[in-house]
């Protein structure tokens, strides 16, 4: 899995509270089990909506969303069905993250290949 937006540093907040980053993640025969962070967010983060964009990955494949920290794993998107092209919301309450955080997808089932793009809304809270 290739992910070419991981290193992009996160604006927080030096022109408004509102920013959106994305991130991609590039499946090239990718089998189930693998994982891998797509985003870096900074601490004391407020997560307020997720979009997953997928293409059609392969038969049988899901994708899960989790934020992951030193101390913490957070689920965002369960699970999702991936073998059809896609558009999947996340639909809870805003999430604060308290410590420096990757966003990472969770391949499971058959081989992936193609793109999933992550769209996240935030707000930098600061410390």
């Given amino acids: 899995m290739k992910t070419p937006n991981l290193n ?8 408004g509270n509102l920013c959106v980053a994305t991130g991609k993640a590039i499946f090239e025969g990718d089998g189930g089990g693998t994982a891998g962070a ?5 601490a004391m983060t407020r997560i307020t909506g997720l979009r997953m964009v997928n293409d059609a990955l392969g ?5 899960a ?3 992951v920290g030193d101390t913490s794993s957070t689920p965002i998107l369960p699970a999702t069905a991936t073998d059809s092209a896609g558009n999947t919301l996340y639909t809870g309450k805003s999430l604060l993250l308290p410590e420096p955080t990757e966003l ?11 793109e999933v793009e992550c769209i996240v809304e935030y707000v930098y809270v600061g410390a």
């Fill in 38 to 42: 797509v985003l870096r967010l900074p």
């Fill in 8 to 15: 992009t540093i996160q604006q927080n907040g030096e022109y």
């Fill in 104 to 114: 990472q997808l969770t391949l499971a089932g058959g081989s992936a290949t193609g």
């Fill in 59 to 63: 038969a049988s494949t899901t994708i």
């Fill in 65 to 67: 969303v989790n934020a």
